[in-house]
Nanobody, 121 residues
Framework: QVQLVESGGGLVQAGGSLRLSCAASGSIFRINAMAWYRQAPGKQRELVATITSGGSTNYVDSVKGRFTISRDNAKNTVILQMNSLKPEDTAVYYC???????????????WGQGTQVTVSS
């Protein structure tokens, strides 16, 4: 019905950059906020950045000034540009979209499958 497909993860050295992309497809009526989460081994899933449909953004303190979230509403995509990466950024990154499907009555969260980001020191 609705799919979120992520791409762009990989292995990078500390100080490098990666760009994550997430495309939502299916019977989508409206997407509200979109976000990126991450989960490192042995840790809880953490909210990294959010962006509203109007473009307002928020970031977890640890990535402020290094990561930038953006979205293309016409293409139902959200991007996470990650610069100055650190080993502690290593995690599986998940895309999240809060949306309403066509003919649906409720708004709910949908998740991507996750993409691995590994930062070597």
């Amino acid at each position: 019905q609705v799919q979120l497909v992520e791409s762009g993860g990989g292995l990078v050295q500390a100080g490098g950059s990666l760009r994550l992309s997430c495309a939502a497809s299916g019977s989508i009526f409206r997407i509200n906020a979109m976000a990126w989460y991450r989960q490192a081994p042995g840790k809880q899933r953490e909210l990294v950045a959010t962006i509203t449909s109007g473009g307002s953004t928020n970031y977890v303190d640890s990535v402020k000034g290094r990561f930038t979230i953006s979205r293309d509403n016409a293409k139902n995509t959200v991007i996470l540009q990650m610069n100055s990466l650190k080993p502690e950024d290593t995690a599986v990154y998940y895309c999240n979209a809060n949306l309403r499907v066509v003919m649906g009555l409720r708004v709910r969260d949908y998740w991507g499958q996750g993409t691995q980001v590994t930062v070597s020191s």
